[in-house]
Each structure stands twice: as structure tokens, then as C-alpha cells.
């Protein structure tokens, strides 16, 4: 692939897991963002965003409880979306392109929060010295440099090499492998469903997903839609848990 | 609705700490919360720095007690950075009473802390990360997948609301203190505000988990020389949505009786989707 | 109509009044089942099902509180089912062949409690003699065998004349009574809601009956998408209920 | 869920029935229900039948008891056979009692039973096979309409349904007993619970109803040279299903106000559709 | 125009604004009633309606709280009407024809109910000396024979020569200004619906406008289905309401 | 239903009015309600005329008396016409007490007219102008703009309701009394009441606005020489309605912070729709 874009695409995965500013990363490191700016690098905006979209689903409901990381959306983005675009590749392959490396992204996190530990243990020593300076480069600047490193070198390796292998390995695909992915694609996004309904799926709840489930599925309403009647329905049953509370007292 | 929230504002002005220094405290803890996240602290070298210049100025001239409150704030800390943000306003007001000499041991602004971040873990979990994140993405994702530009860029929503929610977090933990903070704990209304929340996050949940799990079943079979018989509109004929709700819940039931590996168990399920893909039990739809 | 198919008719009969099992009747006597079987019989699966259903939902909301039939779903199923598939005649005359046939198996099913009264009068005296096999035959044996000769032998009978006769009548009947029979197709189901609504309807519920009718008249979902979300509202309800009364206490 | 429901079963291990004596009489109940059901004593003989294995257990070298217990159960008796069930539970636990030598009158197991088959009646009637069943029923028609031939042996999910929740009844019945099955009859619970089964049973009533009954008016006329309005077009602009739901209310309201005729009625609405029909008044729609 | 239509135009606003039976002008006052009947008169039922029914949508929220009435929905039909039939002018300019005049028609109104202040002194006097017909003269003979003349004359001047005037100028309208009243006709029914949600517009009620509003745009259900499941949720909302207050007490 | 309320028409034939009386005291006051209406005194003359006919009945004989009702009932006097006839049958029955010399003073009479004039103008203008009124014309609308010419006629059933629910009104008021129409109006079921319809009036007040605002844009737009985007697609894909939306809430605002003018609002719409319209910036969709 052209060094420009491996340099790019390193780029932006450092950028999408530098994790500074809180939320942000969920933006700049989405394969939806990536797939938006590749695209227009590629001039194949639509291709890029269909593709960044199908990524991005598998990861929609994942929560990072306690600072873990269940799987990298990023990586997973930033391999598959540029290489996918460079050799026309489809987007159910695109998907199991992704997907391994969503789980390894999951160990660069794991080496950045190993490491964190030592930047800790300075900054108390900076804190016992009241050097705010000291406190702040080792709450943003040494982990950030550090990250770099870890995050734009694997990236630009494999996306600089990545292609031509890529396309060897695909031409040599039989179609039954690609279904399969085909499939993962489609089921991935119910893990983090699953998971969401762990955390906040109380049993008395649970009526509401399946309304919301069969609103879909029987009335065709589209995410917007849900979003909107299930606010509403929130609002009454919070306004009317209120009321009742007050006639109560 | 403009007038009542004009009075604690105005009490501010009298208070150790102004508009602009609350949200310079803001902009240090958004900028870096998750950045020197590690596995022994997590987030306690954030909430320190974040801390450090509104400490500065409150023990201004007093060394000995910033530097003992820096300490106090180095320890461990792990919230929902949002909602979390309250923790911070009130812990500040808590330090300026103790910079003022009032009696507040360590134990009680820790002791906060550390009651408070759990509880409130949750909520910010479940409104802003399980309920608000996946409705933006998945709005982002069904323009997107329309083609239409503006879809890769509405996930950019999602930082946005954090930075307003969180520095109306924190502002009003430190006009309202701790003992308000605490007894908006204890009232029923957080919980109503949960359960709504979680009303709607469920509602959502059902909604995506609909429109954008997508398996079908391609089996097809003859009975009697008839017309091939299609499995998936028998199924449809039974209830919409089957195959993809029980995906959801095998996952659900997975996780609540075998422990949450995620790792083992997105790796099943690729091997599962390319057994089932190449053999036409199942395929995308 | 050929022997076989008019003894297997009695023999289904029977079974489908038999009551052996509280409720395997509402299947084994459905003209559903029925149909299911009088179509493979007749190499006319779609046929035999439509033709079931359609005589199905004319009984579909009949419950017979007390014991007492409003209407013998079975025997209108019998009888018209495979007279329809012999002689190839249209779901709405086979509507109403079957109708006057619900009407008069609640006769047959008179004879069978009338005489069941001696049985228990019997089973009395066993009692007394603390003899279990006897009363076992009068809760089961005798009736049964009574049945048999109540339900097989007319149904046999019928069906083995039955169609001549209709094929004859029919040719006969103008378009105009055809229409009148469709509409009591389409009518009589409502009798059956109608008892349904008397025994549940609180006048305070009413209004859940107007949203399922109106979901289905504006909306367009089906019976299952109906159940579900039914199903989903009466949980909320009772959790709601029950929530409330905790709170109370 | 799995772990509370143990204990009453462990506990039943020192109670004179097994589970499996249990299951038989349950078995035995459900076999004959409605077999030999007469307008004199309706399920007197099948109560009777249904205990007498267990109650020989019971009183097992106590013929007098066991004679007593035959003929105390071979009176009238009728409820919904799988609610019901319920009763046959505690009956048996109350016969324990009272082959154990407990002071427990006739009157009271008797009283008990009268007592509750009424309003389990009510409840089983309502639930069971006014709710249950035409569900199922109508889940089952509207396969078979569209050919598929799984329609035609849904309705076996039917007692299936009622063997897993009746032997259910009859088991708690009998671990429960006498005491907590009344003070269960009298908390709201089963109240809300009717009330929430109601509210599902009349939502599927309207479904069905706007569903299955198909009338339409196929008249026409035509003002001042127009193009020939359609009645029925002017009809669904103003409700939709009107006449459907204009026939439902008109039996309902005959039933309520005539008595519950129902022969007489379904002749009625014979004669109505033919003539109707012939007229090109109604149509099936 | 026809000397006739106009007479009966100039009778058709007067009857429509008589108020003689609380509400029916409301009927009798209607564009919709006024596209019927002209609509007929011309021999273009069709159009008649439809025009009636866009100028009746504007004004359909309207109320007139403390008898003050914020626009004339009839003399904006009654002019706009008419004229649109003879001169076949299009609904959109039908509808920027009528605008104005239901502005105008607010003066007549204040001037009816500042004459209507030397009736009532009037009538004291009568009420003095016990004269009930007096009182009968004064609250509804001399009031409506005023109104005559303030109605009737001023309409059955501007139909009797407005056609003219109005083709002379919508002939010369440019296409850009004829878009503008589609866009207003459009729009200025929001005005009404704005006007009722001030009133009954508590907050924490607005989630059922929002419902309603939504269940329209993504379920596309028509306003008679929303009437029904609008009163099926607020009857279910009373009921609760009135049990929940038993329960307490 | 039919049995309770004839308890009271029973007793109503011991007092002075019978039915007919009260139907003309109603006859009258429907037909002339607003036909008198001024800046002054608004439904004053209407409420003396209306009852002028009942009360000479009711002073029969007492001139004076009859003086002093008329004279009490010219005064100033403003309520929604339909369910303020309730406080007419009230007022009669004060009268009625009056008249037979009980201690009734003016001021009581007054007092209670003038006290609930006010909030049943309110449920008034809430019930039957602002829910009952544009539901009943968008029913005749939709079926209007369909060409159907029962449309038209539609708009009649508006009166014809008033009149049976406003006689209604008016009957009950005189056969409770104050004291029974004071209780009702201080339980909660009247509050209930206007919940329920407001929650019925804002549903449709949301669904008419989505139905009749029609309002979309006709801007198109060319990315990277990519097909013409269109702007309202975009808009439908991120929110249905969006528009429509905004302009309800526009004029809300409007009206809620800058005073109810109307006139001045109506012209500012014109102007709008007439520029967005001329540059193709809005069109009616
Ligand atoms: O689970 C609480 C909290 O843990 C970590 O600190 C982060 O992942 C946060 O985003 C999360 O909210
Ligand atoms: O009505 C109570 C009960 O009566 C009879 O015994 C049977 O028809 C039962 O199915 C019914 O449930
Ligand atoms: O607002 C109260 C009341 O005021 C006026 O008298 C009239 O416009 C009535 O229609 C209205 O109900």
C-alpha cells in the first residue's frame, strides 16, 4: 500500500486510542469516522462508509466496564477499511479481515495499562514534591509518547504490507468462507446486546426490549423511531413514578 | 425554569472557587481520565491531576495541606467519567472547607469518594455508555450505511453531550455539597431516573438488536413434490425476528452461567458463524 | 365416498370427542387436525389446511364453561372437510355445510352427560367397596365405549352418503346463497370473542381490546406480533402492580 | 431461581407422597378430566378417580378412612381442570393431615374445596382456555392459511401447556397446603395477576377479532355522474374494521342484555349472513 | 360573479358568524362546509372540498379563549372559496387569497362585541322593570341585525366584483410568490396546534405529544386512528387513576 | 348503569323545575351564548337571559325577588359554554333555595358563580375546543380532501355533542347542588379527568401536527460530483418530521416567551413562508 496512507492510517489509530479527551476516542476511533476519511482518500466514499458502518455494528454495544476492553474497534477498523478499499475487497470479507484483530487489539491495551502502572508511581513522588508539572506529564504526556510506539508502528507495518497478502490470501477463498464471515458479520453485534442486557436488564424490565425488539420487527420502525417512542415512554413512567411519589408523601 | 437555578450560581461568588477554575477542573479531567488508566489505580492519577490546580488555589500559601490532599486524591478512584464528574465538584467543596479549617477528616472525603464512585459507576455506565452511545452510533450507522456523509460524523454527538453533562456534573456537586449530593442519593428519584433510563436503554437494545443482527436460515426442503418450502418464512410466519433474538439470548444466558469471557466467546461464534456459513444452516440477511 | 376414508372419519371423530386427556381433544378434534389429515389423505394438503382453518376460526374464541358446548367444533369439521375435498367444493360452501353440523353435535354431546349420570351412580357403589378398578372402568371404560357407539356410527354413516347428496344440493344452490355463506364464514368467529369478552371484560380493561382490534385494523400486524406485544404490556402491567404494592407496604 | 424452589421439594421428602405418587394421581386426573363429566355431579367421578391411588397410600390399612375419603370426593365438584389441579394438591395434603390423626372435620376439606373451585374456575376459564387457547389456536390458522402444514398440529402445544402447568398446580398445591394457598388467594396477587391476564386476553381478542371476522358491505352508488363511491372505501376512512367490530358488539350486547342463548343466536346470524349475503349487503372480506 | 352566488355568499357568512347556537358556527361558519355547498353551487364538488378543507386545516386549532377570536376562518373561506371556483384559481393560491381576509375578519368581530356593550346596558334596564322580552331583544334580536350588515354587505361587495380583480392579479402572479402561499398554507396550521399546546401543554404530559406526532410519521396512521389509541391510552390512564385512589384510601 | 341515576331524576320531581323547564333554561342559553358577547361583560347577558324564564317560575308571585335574581345574574359572567351550563343548574338550585326563603345570600350565589367560572373554562376550553373540536374537523378534513362529500357535513356532530353533553351538564348541576358540584370539583377525579383528556389532546394535537403541517425543503446539493444529494432525505433519515417539528415548537416558543400576538405572529408567518418559499428554500410537501 502507498507509505502515505500506511503513515495515515497509523496516524489516526493513534489518534483513535489515545483516549484523550473522555468520549472522544469513541469518535475519532470509530471504524465509521475511519471509514469516512478513508473513504475520501480513496475516493470511495460511499464503499467506505458502508464498510465503516458494518464494522462499527459489531462493536455498538460494547461497554469498557471498569476500564476493560472487551475487543479494539479501532484496530479492527483501521486494518480492514483501508485494505478493503485498496483491493476492492467485499464487505463480508472485510468483516473477517476485522474481526482477529479486534481480539489483538485487546493486548495493546493491555500492555498500555500494564505500563500506566510505572507513570503512577512517579507521579506520587511528583505529588509528594508538589510538582504539578511532574503530575500532568505523567498523567498525559509519558503514556501518550509511549502510546504512540505501540499503536502507529504495528499499524503502519501491516497496513503497508498488508494488502498484496491480503489479496493472495482472499483470491484463494472458497465461497463457503466467505458466507461464514458473512454470517459473524451478522451475529457479532448481539454480543454487546448480551451484554448491555447483563448490566442493565432487570427482569421486570426485560418487557421493553422485547417491545422494542418486535417494534422493529413487525412495524418496521428504524432506530431513530425507537429512539424517539422509547424516550417518550421513558419520560412518562419517570414523570409518573414522580407524581406518585409526591401524592404518597 | 431560569430563575431558580440563578441563586446557587450567585452563592458561588462568595464561594472559594469560580465558574472558570470549576471548569479548568473540567478540562484537565476530560482531557486525560482514561489516558493514565492502569490496572493498580485506574483512575486515581487523573482525578489527581484534574484536582491539582483547584487545590493549588485552595490551600493557597498552606504546601503542607495541598500536598496531603494530593496525596488523598492519588489513591484509587474509578467512576464513570460523566456522571463521575459530581465526585469531583463535591470533593472540592469538601477541600474547601478542610482548607478552611473546618473539621473534615481524610476518612470522610475518601470515605465519599469511595462510597460514591461504585453506585455511580453504574448509573453513568448505564445512561451514558450502555443507553447513549449505542442509540448515537447506531443512528450514525444507519446514515452511513445510506450512504450519507454526516454519518461518520455523528458519532463526534457523543463527546459533545459528555462535555456538557459532565461539567454540569461537577458544577453542581460543588454548589450543592456533599450532604445534598447524598440525599439526592438516597431519595427514590435516582432510582426513578435509573429506571427510566434503563427503560429506554432496553427499549433500545430490543430496537438495534432487531435491525442489526442479521441471520437468516437459507434451508429450504420438499414435502410431497410441492414447492420448495423456504425454513425462514415459516419462521417469519412465527415470529419475526426469531433467529436473531436467540442469538442475543444464547449470548445473554452464556455470559450470566459461564462468566463473562468475551474473548473465548467471540472466537465461538466466528467459528459457529463459519461452520454454520459454509455449511447453509445459516447466513446474512 | 370410498369406506376407508368414512371409517377413519368415525374413528377421528370419536377421538377428537373422546376428551381422553383434558384438552387433547382441542386438537385431536380440531378441524385443523382434521384438516391436516383429510388433506394428506386426499393428496390435497393446502386444500385440507385452508378449508381446516377456515372452520377453525368460526370456533376459535368457544369455551365451554360449566361443561356445557356452545357448539361442536368437531363435527363440523368431520363432516365437511372431506365431503369439501371429494367433491372439490369452495371453503365457502363447505362454511356452510360444517355449520349445521356444530349446531347439532351439541346433541350427541347431551346424550353422552345425560348418560353419564349412571356411571357415577355405579362408581358410588364401588366406592363404598373400596374398589378402585371399578371405578376406574365408570370414570373411563364404559363411557368411552358409549362414546364410541354415540360418534362413529353417525359420522360413518354420513360421510359415506354425504357426499352424493351434496354434490347434488350443491349444484343446485345459486351464487346468492354461496355469498350468504361466506359472510356467516366471516361473521361467526365473532361469536366467539364476543362470549370471551363477556366472562373478561371488565369495563375498566375494555380499552386494551380497542388497541389490540386497531393495531391489527391501522397497524397490520399479525396474531403472533399481537401475542407478543400483549404478552409484553400485561407484564408491565403486573410488575408495575406488584412494585406498587411493595412500595405501599 | 433454581435454589428457593428446593426447599419445599426437599422438605416433601418426608411427606407421605413421592413425587412420582404425585405425578400419577396428576396423570390419572388428566386423563379422564372431562371423560365422564355428567350435568348431575360434572367432575365428581374424575376427582374421585384421580385421588383414589393416593389416598389408598394415605390411608393405607385404614379401610374406613379410605371409604370415608372415596365418598367425601365423589361429590360435586367443578373447576378448570388445570388450575384446578391446585385443589387435588392441597386436598391430598389435608387427607394426610387427616390420616395422620389430625383434627381435621370433613367440613373443612370439603368447604375447601367448594370453595375454591369456583374462582379457580373463574381464573383457569380466563386464562386457560380463553386466553391460551385461541392464541394458540390463531397462531395455528394462520399457518394452515398459508399452507404451511405445521398449522395443523400447533394445537397439540395446547395440552401440553396444560400437563406442565397442572401437574405445576397440583405439586404446589400439595407442598404449599391449605394455609398458604388461601392467604395466597387473598393477597392482591392473584388479583393483578387476572388483571394482567385480562388485559392480554382483550388485547388478543381485538387482534383476533379485527383478524378473523372478515365483513365488508360490497355497495356502491354513484352521485351526480361521478364515479361509482364505494361504500366500504368511505367506511375505512372513517374507522377502519368498523362492521367487523359493529358485529362483535352487537352479539356481545344481545348476550348481555337476551341471555346467552347461543344456539338461537348462531341461527340469527345464519339467517342475517344469507340474507345479507343474497342481497349484496354484506360481503366476506 | 354571479349576483346570486354573492348574495348567497354574503347569507353563508352571516349565518356562520350569527353564533346563533353555541358551536354550530363552528359548522355553519366552516370553510369545509363552504367548499360543500359552493362547491355544489358551481357544479365542482370535488375542488370544493378539497379548497374548503386546506383553508379549514389552518384555522383548525384555533380557539377563541375568552371570546376573543385570534382569526376569521369564515370570512377567509367565504371569499377565498368562491372566487378560487369561478376564476379556477389552484388550491395554493386559494389558500394566499384567504390568509389575509381571515386577518380582516377579526375587525369585524371587535367591532360586533363593542356594539354589543349598548345592549347589555340596554338590557339592565329591562331586567329592572321585569321586561323578559327586552331582554330576549337585546341578547339576540338587535345584536343579529347588526351583524347583518356588518357581514353580509362587505362579502357580498368583495365576491360580487373580486373575481376581476383577483384574476387580473393572479395572472400576474409570479410562480416564486405562488410557492410562498403553498408554504404558508402549509405552515400556518401549526400556529393552532401551538396555541392548543400552550394551553394543555403541562410538561410532563408533552410525551404523549410526541407519541402522537411520531406514531404518525414513522407508522403512518391517520387521524382517526390516532383519535382511537389516543382515547384507548387516556381512558387506561383515568381508570388507573381512579383505582390507584381507591387503593390508597 | 340504567338503575343509579334514575334515583336522583325521581327525586327531581319533587323540585320546583321539571326537566322541561330545565331544557328550555338550556334551549335558551345554547342558542344565544355568544351572539351577545362584549369586551364588557362577555356571557353576561346570555347566562340573565337564559335563566330569566326558570327564575320568574321560580319567584312566582315575588316580583321583587325576581328583580333582584335578574339583576344578580346580568352581572359579569365568562365560561366555556358547554360544561359551564353546569354552574347554570347550580345557580338555579341556589335560586331555588332562595326562593323558598332559605339563608342563601347574594353573595353565595355570586360567590360560587364567579369562583367556578374559571377553571371550568378551563377544562372547557381544554375538552371540547381544544381536543374535541380539531379532532372531529380533521376527521372531515382527511375525508374532504379524499373527495367525499360527507366531509363537509362532518363539522355538525361538533354542536350536536355540545348540546347533549352541555344539557347534561346543566340537568346534573341543578339535581346535585353546590355542595355535591363543590366536593366533585375538590376530589381528585376532576383532576383525573382533565389528565386523561389532556394526554388525549396532546396526542392528537401531536398527531394532527405531523399529519397537517406540511412543511419540507426542496434543497438539492452535489458532493464530489456525486449524485444530487437531497436535503430532506437526510433530514427523514435523522429525524421524520423534522420540520413540521420545529415549526410547532417555533411558534410555541414564540407565542411563550414574546406574548400571544396573534396577528402580528400570523404576518411574520407569511412573510416567512412567502421569502423561504420564493427562493426555494421551503415548499409544502
Ligand atoms: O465502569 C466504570 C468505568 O470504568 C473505567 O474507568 C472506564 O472504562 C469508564 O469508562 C467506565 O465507565
Ligand atoms: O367452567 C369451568 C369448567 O367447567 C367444566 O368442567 C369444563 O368445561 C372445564 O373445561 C371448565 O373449565
Ligand atoms: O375561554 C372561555 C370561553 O370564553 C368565551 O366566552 C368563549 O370564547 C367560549 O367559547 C370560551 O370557552
Sequence with gaps: MNLLVSILCGFLYFLGTSRIGYGLSTATGSPLFYGLILGLVYGKLTEGLIIGATIQLIYIGIINTGGNMPADQSLAGIIAIPIALQTDLSTELAVGLAVPFGVLGVFLDQIRRISNSYWISQAEKHAENLNQRGIFNCAITYPTILLFFITFIPVFIITLVGADTVTFIMDAMPQGIIDGFSVAGGILPALGFAIILLIIGKRELMPYFFIGFFAVAYLGINTMAAAVFGTCVAAIVLFNSINQKKELS | ?285
Tied chains: 1, 3, 5.
Design chain 2, 1 to 285: 425554569m431560569t430563575s431558580k437555578p440563578a441563586d446557587p450560581i450567585k452563592e458561588a461568588e462568595k464561594r472559594a472557587l469560580s465558574n472558570k477554575d470549576l471548569f479548568k477542573t473540567f478540562a484537565r479531567w476530560y482531557s486525560v481520565v482514561e489516558v493514565s488508566n492502569s490496572y493498580e489505580r485506574l483512575q486515581a492519577l487523573s482525578f489527581c491531576f484534574a484536582l491539582s490546580g483547584s487545590l493549588r488555589k485552595l490551600y493557597k500559601g498552606d504546601d503542607e495541606g495541598y500536598r496531603e490532599a494530593l496525596k488523598r486524591h492519588i489513591q484509587f478512584y474509578n467512576s464513570e467519567g460523566t456522571f463521575g464528574s459530581m465526585i469531583h465538584g463535591v470533593t472540592l467543596s469538601m477541600e474547601e472547607e478542610k482548607a478552611k479549617g473546618n473539621e473534615i477528616t481524610e476518612e470522610v472525603v475518601t470515605g465519599f469518594k469511595t462510597g460514591l464512585m461504585g453506585p455511580i459507576a453504574g448509573i453513568g455506565d448505564t445512561l451514558i455508555w450502555g443507553t447513549l452511545k449505542p442509540i448515537i452510533l447506531a443512528l450514525a450507522c444507519s446514515l452511513a450505511l445510506n450512504g450519507v456523509f454526516v454519518g461518520g460524523l455523528i458519532p463526534f454527538l457523543f463527546p459533545l453531550a459528555i462535555v456538557l453533562i459532565g461539567f454540569g456534573m461537577l458544577k453542581s456537586g460543588y454548589l450543592l455539597g456533599k450532604e445534598s449530593v447524598m440525599k439526592l442519593m438516597q431519595t427514590g428519584l435516582i432510582n426513578n431516573i435509573i429506571t427510566s433510563a434503563s427503560i429506554l436503554g432496553l427499549f433500545m437494545m430490543g430496537a438495534l438488536s432487531s435491525t442489526y443482527i442479521k441471520i437468516s436460515t437459507p434451508i429450504q426442503f420438499s414435502v410431497m413434490d410441492s414447492d420448495p418450502i423456504v425454513l425462514q418464512d415459516i419462521l417469519d410466519q412465527i415470529l419475526a425476528g426469531i433467529l436473531p433474538l436467540c442469538a442475543v439470548f444464547s449470548i445473554y444466558f452464556y455470559f450470566k452461567y459461564k462468566g463473562q469471557n468475551y474473548n473465548k466467546l467471540i472466537i465461538m461464534l466466528i467459528v459457529i458463524s463459519l461452520v454454520t456459513g459454509f455449511f447453509g444452516i445459516l447466513s446474512s440477511s
